[in-house]
Nanobody, 122 residues
Framework: QVQLVESGVGSVQAGGSLRLSCVAS?????MGWFRQAPGKEREGVAS????????DYADSVKGRFTISQDKAKKTLYLQMNALKPEDTGMYYC??????????????????WGQGTQVTVSS
């Protein structure tokens, strides 16, 4: 069982920055960030392959968000810059043990954090 604890609840104006953190009880092969806006389905934001640091991003956040890790601290980060109101939502950290498939597909991840709210005002 993997436990994930997010932190970094934030409220910023458009154009601002926030960094989310996720501490894992242990690392799995894949770690990712997902978000869910009110009335919308959960979507993949970014994913990282722990072994080599290979990353994947949703088109909507490319060039603005960066996923990274600190293996020694078993901590996953999501640096979010140039935030837009449409980035508002509940952000979740997730862990999975899969070697194929779309890394931004939530059904491939087995373990989830409790979520942390991000609000971007215009």
């Amino acid at each position: 069982q993997v436990q994930l604890v997010e932190s970094g609840v934030g409220s910023v104006q458009a154009g601002g920055s926030l960094r989310l953190s996720c501490v894992a009880s242990l690392y799995t092969y894949r770690m990712g960030w997902f978000r869910q806006a009110p009335g919308k389905e959960r979507e993949g934001v970014a994913s990282i392959r722990i072994t080599d640091g290979n990353t994947d991003y949703a088109d909507s956040v490319k060039g603005r968000f960066t996923i990274s890790q600190d293996k020694a601290k078993k901590t996953l980060y999501l640096q979010m810059n140039a935030l837009k109101p449409e980035d508002t939502g509940m952000y979740y950290c997730a862990a999975g043990q899969f070697w194929s498939g779309n890394p931004l597909l939530d059904s491939l991840y087995k373990f989830w954090g409790q979520g942390t709210q991000v609000t971007v005002s215009s």
